[in-house]
């Protein structure tokens, strides 16, 4: 008889003892296990609703109230955050950093206790004011020219803290104020997080209530019987059987393939891409290599035009926003992989927060050419274009001007009319999301449109005189795009294209197929991209 069905279960016997032995002895519980890698682990105290008890209902009422304003259908969390690892954790190993939701209600407030380790760069702004206020000296003020603060996100549904150091054993609890009415079908407090080093799952682990931990022996001790019930079964049952090795599959595949086209898309693809490098470290996937800025049209056309080069067919991807025309691109593919929302920004000193599709239309055709004309500051309008084969041009011409379209380009500096005097507008054209949003950045009067993840995130680092404005009352945001008829308009579906369907086993394949993987759908998430399988705006 072959030995291996019955060494199987006889080693799971083995384990499941093991595992009962040490719940026993408490080795195996959160926190007690020494751990030679990077994780940090969240625990929720409390998550209590504020308010009316409904017996005093009629007789008397709470306002919960904030700031002078009141906080309607208020609860209050507590989570306590520590770094429960063998390693610290410096600022550089954040990958992606602690994010938190609250099954769809808003982030009112956050208030950091507990921090004896944490710089204090980690206080929320209101902490920082106040902490400064009640101290004098140069010195006090100077030690907070490095602070960072926890950002709430622009629809108020999460919390995301800054890159911070923690110490082995260091501890943060933020007590969090929340409004909105609790959304049953979604988890209460969800937390996600992406560190260099860490253990499976990303460093981040939800810590396990103490009433869980007690069935941990009776969970092991479960399994160990189970497994030698299996044992003596397969002992008895179990006949001779062919020793030929089946033939095994790995979604592991060795070699390098080439990802060009949408700038807007690319850090999404990137970040994906960086996954499954860790972990299929032969599959190397580059993209927009050297700086490659082309965009979405521009890289489908030169697919398109690889003829008979099977190994550029073989090895190039293109990621578009929205779909290209398959009458001009019929050799391609098209796989739709998730929606993306864009923004349009302006310079901060334009004064302008809002402006209606209306408006935009006004200022591309040449109707509005100062600000002073739309409530805002006595600025001349500058317009940052994306250039033709841009697929967000592609997008802002098609959702946002309509029947309009933008007019030459009259700038090389992007201030006058160099190349058109006779112009209507000052209107110039970058190549990339990154050109676009340093020239919008660096010219007061400057307005012009990107992927809002992109502007967003590095707004207070590599953008901070950029503003992202409402579109007809609308924020750019997945709460905002899922409202119905006549919410936010200003959106794309990215397309990955191959010519022809890619070979199958070919690391071409198994990176399209990836990018439907779990793993991958909480990447693109965390980048504030909607996977396709989360919406029905792709179909």
Not at 401 to 426: F, H, K, N, W, Y
Not at 429 to 435: A, F, H
């Amino acid at each position: 008889m072959h030995l291996l069905p019955v060494l199987i279960p006889l080693i799971a016997t083995f384990i499941g003892m093991t595992g009962a032995l040490f719940s026993v002895l408490g080795v195996l519980r959160p926190g007690r296990m020494p751990r030679p890698r990077r994780m940090v682990h969240y625990r929720v105290h409390y998550d209590d609703t504020l308010g009316t008890r409904p017996d005093i209902k009629g007789v008397a009422e709470l306002v919960v109230r904030r700031k002078g304003h009141d906080v309607p259908d208020a609860s209050l969390a507590m989570i306590r955050i520590s770094n429960e690892g063998g390693l610290d954790i410096a600022r550089d190993d954040w990958v992606i950093p602690i994010s938190f939701t609250f099954d769809g209600r808003d982030v009112v407030g956050v208030e950091v206790s507990d921090a004896g380790h944490v710089p204090r760069g980690l206080l929320t702004g209101d902490q920082e004011r106040e902490w400064l206020e009640s101290r004098a000296g140069g010195a006090v003020l100077r030690a907070t020219v490095d602070s960072q603060t926890i950002q709430i996100s622009k629809g108020k549904k999460s919390l995301e803290l800054p890159r911070i150091e923690l110490r082995r054993k260091d501890r943060i609890r933020l007590l969090v104020l929340l409004s909105g009415p609790r959304d049953r079908l979604r988890p209460g407090v969800e937390g996600g997080a992406l560190i260099k080093g860490a253990v499976r799952g990303g460093g981040l682990v939800r810590e396990d209530t103490p009433r869980r931990t007690g069935f941990y022996a009776f969970g092991w001790t479960g399994f160990a019987l189970i497994s030698l019930v299996a044992a003596i079964l397969v002992t008895f049952i179990v006949r001779p059987f062919s020793t030929t090795a089946a033939a095994t599959t790995t979604r592991c595949t060795p070699g390098t393939i080439v990802v060009a086209g949408s700038t807007a898309f690319a850090p999404s693809v990137m970040g994906v891409a960086q996954r499954l490098r860790q972990e299929c470290p032969s599959s190397v996937v580059q993209v927009n290599p050297a700086g490659s800025a082309i965009g979405s049209l521009g890289a489908a056309s030169d697919l398109e035009d690889s003829g008979s080069s099977a190994a550029i067919r073989a090895t190039h991807l293109v990621i578009s926003d929205g779909a290209v025309p398959a009458a001009e691109y019929p050799g391609l593919a098209g796989h739709p992989v998730a929606i993306v929302i864009f923004a349009v920004v302006v310079n901060r000193a334009t004064g302008i927060t809002s402006l209606t599709e209306p408006q935009l239309v006004g200022i591309w055709t040449g109707k509005y050419t100062n600000w002073r004309q739309l409530g805002g500051s006595n600025r001349p309008i500058d317009i940052i274009s994306r250039t033709t084969d841009s697929g967000t041009r592609a997008t802002f011409d098609h959702k946002i001007l309509g029947m309009a379209t933008e007019p030459p380009q009259s700038s090389q500096s992007c201030t006058s009319r160099d190349l058109i005097p006779d112009s209507p507008v000052i209107r110039c054209e970058k190549s990339s999301t990154d050109q676009l949003l340093k020239a919008v950045n660096a010219i007061p009067g400057a307005i012009g449109y990107a992927e809002m993840h992109v502007a967003e995130q590095d707004q207070a680092g590599k953008y901070p005189d950029i503003d992202v404005v409402q579109l007809g009352g609308h924020e750019p945001s997945q709460e905002e795009l899922n409202a119905g008829p006549g919410s936010y308009p200003f959106w794309a579906v990215e397309y990955m294209y191959t010519d022809g369907q890619p070979a199958p086993g070919s690391l071409l394949s198994a990176f399209v197929g990836y990018m439907f993987s779990d793993t991958a759908k909480s990447i693109l998430q965390s980048y504030s991209v909607i996977p396709c399988s989360f919406t029905s705006f792709c179909r």
